[in-house]
């Protein structure tokens, strides 16, 4: 890619990264697409400029490409590929699986050339630029209530549809600046002003926007963190995370494979509590999450395609577990989950490719961690992979892959955490 070329492509990327939270989803169809505007163009055009460099030898080094976390990457996008074509609606699932191509491609291939050759603080420039004056909007429409949950579900809209999009973004972009601020304390001495006051800021904006899986994923992040800096092992954190999600998956077993309180149906969609939880929310997660297993039980291997299950999990739904949030018609969100939306939609393969992903991706991360000499560089490293833990547990009470607002931050902490530790590499002490 010649010099002109690529400064033209980083201007680019670094627009589509301010446009992700700035950008509009507009209707563009009698049959309900959806478009993120201006974000999705800027991402085409992106995605183009990358693979003609592609096709003359120009874009990124070939070992980033062979990275493990990269392999996971290709894998996930190849398989939804492959259950695209034999999926119960092919043109949902077409639009579903060219929405990732190209976010992969632009965030997480585009990802690898930008963050090989930009300064950390330009990306999160760029990012931040987008969001800050999102927050402000949100600021400004949620003070006159006070902040109370019942008016912070959509405050965020037009940009951010719920608070869980924006819950998420926030705790992303809290963790990155943890790391960032932690280096500049390792390099200087001090924590920069304006870094200092966007990190602590972060937290009172994260209770305001009230979201529950926001917190686990902002806990997450810092579990990560102080583990590595009490000096815990990639083991140990691996055993730790491997032991959370099988709790998780444990009780769920343990839900499901239960009884509970039938439900009195009420007019129109859906039913009245109670449920094993006083929360219709959460009972809500459980009815969708129930759905999807059975699901994946018609159709174990290859799922019904991806971007169905909310046309198809109406008719998994039992009586006694639907809330006053269910539909009668399943056609009120999705699974609230990715772990169990990769379940139903793509099959077993597709609930282990992305369990595979986040492994990987957290391991990569801590490995840069441990591999950096600099005090400065590691600080950044492990903010980058405390981001891609809180995107984890983000992922199990929310399906993010397919979200415009959250998916290409996913797929650039990816990318960040592949350069860092190949940079990281050639400066490992070895005695570490």
């Known amino acids: 890619m010649t010099s002109g070329l690529f400064r033209s492509f980083v201007t680019l990327w670094l627009v589509a990264l301010a446009s992700v939270p700035l950008s509009l989803r507009w209707t563009v169809s009698s049959g309900g697409t959806v478009m993120a505007v201006p974000l999705e163009s800027l991402v085409a055009a992106c995605a183009m400029v990358l693979v003609v460099a592609w096709a003359f030898g120009r874009g990124p080094e070939f070992s980033l490409l062979l990275h493990p976390v990269s392999l996971a990457v290709f894998a996930g996008l190849a398989w939804t590929l492959v259950t695209t074509m034999i999926s119960i609606d092919p043109l949902v699932s077409m639009k579903y699986a060219l929405a990732r191509t190209a976010y992969v491609v632009t965030f997480f291939v585009g990802g690898l050339l930008i963050m090989s050759r930009l300064r950390t603080r330009g990306v999160v420039a760029a990012g931040l630029a987008g969001f800050l004056p999102v927050v402000a909007w949100t600021v400004w429409r949620h003070a006159p209530t006070g902040f109370i949950h019942e008016t912070s579900i959509e405050v965020g809209a037009p940009f951010y549809p719920n608070h869980l999009e924006y819950g998420a973004t926030l705790a992303f972009w809290m963790l990155v600046l943890v790391g960032l601020a932690m280096a500049d ?82 007019a129109g969609e859906g039913v009245q509590e109670p449920g094993p939880f006083e929360d219709p929310s959460i009972n809500e997660r459980l009815n969708r999450w129930s759905c999807a297993v059975r699901m994946a039980k018609e159709r174990p291997l290859v799922g019904f395609g991806p971007g169905t299950y909310e046309e198809s999990y109406g008719l998994f739904q039992l009586h006694g577990e639907m809330t006053s949030h269910s539909s009668l018609r399943g056609d009120r969100g999705d699974a609230h989950s990715e772990f169990f939306s990769c379940l139903a939609e793509q099959g077993v393969v597709g609930l282990m490719l992305v369990a595979v992903l986040f492994g990987v991706a957290v391991a990569s991360g801590l490995r840069a961690v441990d591999g950096c000499r600099d005090e400065s560089q590691r600080w950044k490293a492990l903010g980058w992979t405390s981001a891609v833990a809180s995107l984890v547990v983000g992922n199990l009470f929310n399906a993010f892959f397919e979200v415009d607002r959250v998916a290409p931050l996913l797929w650039l902490a990816c990318a960040a955490v592949v350069v860092m530790e190949r940079n990281c590499a050639t400066t490992r002490p070895e005695n570490r």
Do not use: C, N
Not at 185 to 191: D, E, F, H, S, V
Not at 240 to 248: C, Q
């Open 185 to 266: 304390r390792a390099k200087k001495g001090r924590i920069g002003g304006a870094v200092g006051i966007l990190t602590l800021g972060f937290l009172p904006l994260l209770w305001a926007a009230h979201s529950r899986s926001a917190w686990l994923a902002l806990i997450a992040g810092f579990a990560v963190i102080v583990l590595q800096r009490i000096g815990v092992g990639l083991r140990g954190v691996m055993i730790a995370g491997t032991l959370v999600l099988v709790a998780f998956f444990g009780l769920f077993a343990v839900y499901f494979t239960g009884e509970w309180p039938d439900t009195e149906a009420v």
